[in-house]
């Protein structure tokens, strides 16, 4: 059972927006950075968010995060076939002294 | 453009030592943590530990028991030994760079626990 709690998938029709809850506790969220990434069958995972909102290069602005207190958010907006993956949080966990990752939504465009 | 390529053993029986190793190209190992990360079939994914560029380590406690990540600086690789497998460590296994922020991946290496 994973430490980070998240939806085990949300949907939206294309052009719509989705958004994704992690929810965690003071020793990982509540104190550290909140990472998303993205995951297709077959293929490494890819940084979307990191540091709570901040995006890599390359990420378009329509992939958006949020932290407050201990809870992360993730939005996508302008929903596309292409968005159809698994999406994860991830954060350090200060009284693990381990990484933890949440449970995964998949996000279905209808 | 850097790059990480990983290899090792996909087939192992139970009770033998998952070897995986993930090699630097065209880029520097130094000033980074370097992790491995597995998700078994149908599950989510899981950290399994990391090493920084001096060898200081972190491991998940569920696993710490059985895991070994080790830097070779000379070869600009990092290696993963997981010992006494069981049919529960089936899993596509990945390296990246980054501790909080997992910005570079391999291509995965997939291992089969079986008998």
């Known amino acids: 059972q994973s430490i980070l709690t998240q939806p085990p998938s949300v949907s939206a029709a294309p052009g719509q927006m989705v958004t994704i809850s992690c929810s965690g506790g003071t020793s990982n969220i509540g104190e550290n950075f909140v990472a998303w990434y993205q995951k297709f069958p077959e293929t490494a995972p890819k940084l979307l968010v990191y540091?709570?909102?901040q995006r890599p290069s390359g990420i378009p602005d329509r992939i958006s995060g949020s932290k407050s207190g201990t809870s992360a958010t993730l939005g996508i907006t302008g929903l596309q076939t292409g968005d159809e993956a698994d999406y994860y949080c991830g954060a350090w966990d200060s009284s693990l002294n381990a990484y933890v990752f949440g449970s995964g939504t998949k996000v279905t465009v209808l | 453009q850097v790059h990480l390529q990983q290899w090792g053993a996909g087939l192992l029986k139970p009770s033998e030592t998952l070897s995986l190793t993930c090699s630097i190209y065209?880029?520097?190992?130094?000033?980074?943590?370097w992790t491995w990360i597995r998700q078994p079939p149908g599950k989510g994914l899981e950290w399994i530990g990391d090493i920084h560029h001096g060898g200081g380590t972190n491991y998940n406690p569920s696993l710490k028991s059985r895991v070994t990540i080790s830097v070779d600086t000379s070869n600009f690789q990092f290696s993963l030994k997981l010992s006494s497998v069981t049919a529960a460590d089936t899993a596509m296994y990945y390296c990246?760079?980054?501790?909080?922020?997992?910005?570079?991946w391999g291509r995965g290496t997939l291992v089969t626990v079986s008998s």
């Open positions: 540091d709570n909102d």
């Open positions: 990246a760079r980054g501790r909080v922020r997992c910005d570079l």
């Open positions: 065209d880029g520097s190992y130094i000033g980074y943590y």
